[in-house]
């Protein structure tokens, strides 16, 4: 076949694009892609097709494997795949069905590099099949043993269980959704939201969204492992939060002794309820040291000009003494050109507690 052709050329990077006639039949890759001792870099497209992994046990040369719109079903032949991997050091699931998977356990020895990504995934069936799949979940249990895994990237419908390993983790993107609704009755979901942020506690760098927030400022109490009380390795905090959270979000901002960088993305405006929530939470010396003392970078992403957001600027630049950078980015600065003067104006007339601090505006 041609794809004999190209494995005979030593390449190391394949991209591959299949789709069958028959939808109930699993793809089943051709031994000489298996085989090919040169393959580091692999990239699959099945359209929602399942994969076979009963002829793909493993490569000793692959670096890189991206799967894309792939359907999982055996637990064990992927879990085997993945193990038999040694040299594996990235890889992304992107819009994979993997709701079926008892459990999904992700053992790699050298990966450094995992990305999830199902938000986009076709539950009504992919172009040219009539599959219909009624469960939106990543999996019954996540399972992931990378002891050397730096970056992990999950985006998109959530497992029922998590169980990390990950001790070398320094960089964490978790983006949830929940397209079932099941946080408004199920009081498991928060919990189990407040499990993961346990077990990636430990990270340098957290990103994370409205629902996650929400989760762990309502169940965590609650949860074995409780809130945490400390993150103290945390130095860059990247928030997406609606306008009710701000209490929630002092509440991770109270355990970040080592903060350097905070990163504010507010799609709906804050409220002044909320604001004065905020400050009088902040009332206290201790408190008020805690978020500054260490800070370094502030960035407000979807920035109008609202003097809420200002408020908290004001706070900010009046008490933090290491603050090096203030950013404000504008998702429609033309639309935006005269709030954008006017609150730039107020803002260099704001006392400023560091003397070196630099306002930047940017467009997004």
């Not at 190209?6 to 051709?30: G, H, Q």
């Not at 945490?228 to 990247?238: A, D, I, R, T």
Request: net charge neutral.
């Amino acid at each position: 076949c041609w794809i004999d052709a190209v494995v005979m050329r030593n390449v190391k990077r394949i991209d591959l694009t299949f789709s069958l006639i028959n939808e109930n039949e699993a793809i089943v890759l051709p031994s000489c892609l298996v085989d090919c001792r040169s393959l580091e870099m692999l990239t699959l497209n099945l359209l929602l097709h399942s994969l076979s992994f009963k002829s793909f046990t493993g490569s000793k040369t692959l670096k890189v494997l991206r799967l894309d719109s792939v359907e999982l079903l055996d637990h064990d032949l992927v879990q085997s795949f993945l193990v038999n991997c040694p040299l594996l050091e990235e890889s992304s699931l992107i819009n994979c069905l993997t709701h079926k998977l008892d459990y999904f356990s992700i053992s790699c020895p050298n990966l450094k590099t995992l990305r999830i990504d199902n938000r986009e995934v076709n539950y009504s069936g992919s172009a040219g099949t009539n599959k219909q799949y009624e469960e939106k979940k990543l999996c019954e249990q996540l399972t992931v043993i990378c002891p050397n895994l730096v970056y992990f990237e999950y985006r998109g419908h959530m497992a029922n269980y998590f169980s990390f390993d990950v001790k070398s983790l320094k960089k964490a993107v978790i983006e949830l959704e929940d397209p079932r609704l099941t946080a408004k009755h199920d009081d498991n979901f928060g919990v189990t939201i407040c499990e993961l942020f346990a077990q990636v506690s430990h990270v340098e760098y957290l990103s994370i969204n409205s629902l996650f927030l929400r989760s762990i400022s309502k169940s965590c109490d609650r949860s074995k492992e409780g809130f945490p009380e400390s993150l103290p390795n945390l130095k860059k905090l990247e928030l997406k939060f609606d306008c009710d959270l701000m209490v929630a979000l002092l509440r991770i901002l109270k355990c970040s002794f080592n903060l350097r960088s905070l990163h504010l993305i507010a799609p709906k405006d804050i409220s002044s309820y909320e604001v004065k929530r905020f400050f009088e939470e902040l009332e206290g010396v201790e408190t008020r040291r805690t978020l500054t003392c260490h800070l370094k970078r502030v960035e407000f992403s979807d920035f109008k000009g609202e003097k809420e957001t200002l408020d908290i600027a004001r706070f900010l630049l009046a008490h933090g003494n290491a603050l090096e950078e203030m950013v404000f980015s504008w998702s429609n600065r033309s639309k935006y050109r005269k709030q954008l003067m006017e609150a730039m104006n107020e803002v260099s007339n704001f006392y400023k507690a560091s003397s070196s601090v630099k306002v930047i505006t940017l467009k997004d």
